[in-house]
């Protein structure tokens, strides 16, 4: 469904400033897997899933998603098979939008744009439907600038325009890190709730380790490029947190004694 092979990615290459973010990256996705990513600041999380999305060009290394190769492609043209949503409440709308206008634009997103971007009445009524799952009452408020809601509320409505659409891959970038652990925790069970609704396969970057094993079926570990950890199924359900910061100190005793040696 989803597959990475082989990439690479540099920064500043030939630079005294010269970071490896990623190098030799593989990892296959089957359809409906929802795989959380753990690991320390520069270990590559953000720039896999930027890869993915378009946003970056892979240095070497491929990605495929259903079968299409969408190493190269444009970004507008990878965003017909992936939903995203950022960590910043402010990066995933318009905030001069209405909120029913951002859901439309949601919903033609990687299309050619034309009049299918006004708000008919039907799509008022799939758009009311839609925000009342978020068990905000912002179905009563669609006419309500995007700019004028509050943080979670604007990430609520960013997951929901993410999964507008049915995309193959949804891309979660430490997208509750930004909000208070009231409003974390209600668009944490709506990402889990809109996960397992549309059958997304799911790539979802966090901090939180418990939220890292408590969500989804597989959970991988990067450091320094790499994926150095990977765990599914009943392993997955089996580890805890003490399990996970173990595995990480072990691999950063072995970088460091590797640095001083």
Same mark, same amino acid.
């Given at each position: 469904?989803?597959?990475?092979t082989g990439?690479r990615k540099?920064?500043f290459p030939?630079?005294?400033n010269?970071?490896?973010a990623?190098d030799?990256?593989?990892?296959?996705?089957?359809?409906?897997?929802f795989v959380t990513?753990i690991?320390s600041?520069?270990?590559g999380k953000?720039?896999?899933?930027?890869?993915?999305?378009?946003?970056f060009?892979?240095?070497?290394?491929?990605i495929?998603?259903d079968?299409v190769?969408v190493?190269r492609m444009?970004?507008?043209?990878?965003?017909r098979?992936?939903?995203?949503?950022?960590?910043d409440?402010?990066?995933?709308?318009v905030p001069?939008?209405?909120?029913?206008q951002?859901?439309?634009?949601a919903?033609?997103?990687g299309?050619?744009?034309?009049?299918?971007?006004?708000v008919?009445?039907? #799509? %008022? @009524?799939?758009?009311?439907r839609? !925000?009342?799952?978020? /068990?905000?009452?912002?179905?009563?408020?669609?006419r *309500?600038?995007a700019?004028l809601?509050?943080?979670?509320?604007?990430?609520?409505?960013?997951l929901?325009?993410?999964?507008m659409?049915?995309?193959r891959?949804l891309?979660?970038?430490?997208?509750?890190?930004?909000?208070d652990?009231?409003?974390?925790?209600?668009?944490t069970?709506?990402?889990?709730?809109a996960?397992?609704r549309h059958?997304?396969t799911?790539l979802?970057?966090?901090?939180n380790?418990h939220?890292?094993l408590?969500?989804?079926?597989?959970?991988?570990?990067?450091?320094?490029?790499r994926?150095?950890?990977?765990?599914?199924?009943e392993e997955? #359900? %089996? @580890?805890?947190v003490?399990?996970? !910061?173990?595995q990480? /100190?072990?691999?950063?005793?072995?970088?460091?004694? *590797?640095?001083?040696?």
């Amino acid at each position: 469904m989803l597959e990475v092979t082989g990439l690479r990615k540099v920064f500043f290459p030939d630079t005294p400033n010269e970071k490896i973010a990623l190098d030799n990256v593989s990892l296959a996705l089957d359809p409906g897997d929802f795989v959380t990513i753990i690991g320390s600041n520069g270990a590559g999380k953000s720039t896999l899933l930027n890869l993915i999305a378009g946003e970056f060009r892979a240095d070497s290394g491929g990605i495929a998603i259903d079968g299409v190769n969408v190493t190269r492609m444009p970004v507008h043209k990878v965003a017909r098979y992936v939903g995203r949503v950022f960590q910043d409440p402010m990066a995933g709308t318009v905030p001069h939008g209405t909120i029913e206008q951002n859901l439309a634009m949601a919903l033609a997103r990687g299309r050619a744009r034309g009049l299918r971007m006004g708000v008919t009445n039907a #799509k %008022r @009524a799939i758009f009311a439907r839609e !925000l009342a799952n978020l /068990e905000l009452g912002l179905e009563h408020r669609m006419r *309500t600038d995007a700019g004028l809601l509050s943080g979670g509320q604007r990430q609520a409505l960013s997951l929901l325009m993410a999964t507008m659409g049915s995309p193959r891959v949804l891309l979660l970038d430490e997208h509750t890190a930004a909000l208070d652990p009231a409003r974390a925790e209600l668009v944490t069970r709506l990402t889990a709730q809109a996960v397992e609704r549309h059958h997304l396969t799911t790539l979802m970057v966090t901090h939180n380790m418990h939220q890292a094993l408590t969500l989804g079926n597989r959970l991988i570990m990067m450091h320094e490029g790499r994926i150095i950890y990977d765990l599914a199924g009943e392993e997955k #359900k %089996r @580890a805890t947190v003490e399990d996970l !910061l173990h595995q990480f /100190e072990q691999i950063k005793a072995v970088s460091d004694r *590797t640095l001083l040696a």
